[in-house]
């Protein structure tokens, strides 16, 4: 259905609702609809940053929390 859907408020309203929920791609793809690159930015960031986290813990860099940033 949203395919068919030209009204960015609702693009945008749909992308919220996605990134509340975690659905980072979706919500990227809808903000893109919506015409919101600051979001489409934002969203692109925290999963960046989930990414990096994981790789890091997975490596065991991490050695008494962020105290050294």
Known sequence: MLPHVTAPKIHSQYAR????EGRYK????????ARD???????????VIVV??????????????CGGL
């Open 17 to 20: 609702a996605r990134e509340a």
């Open 26 to 33: 979706e919500a990227v793809v809808a903000y893109e609809n």
């Open 37 to 47: 690159y600051d979001s489409v930015i934002r969203c692109v960031v925290v999963v």
């Open 52 to 65: 990096v986290v994981v790789v890091v813990v997975g490596r065991g860099k991490i050695q008494g929390g």
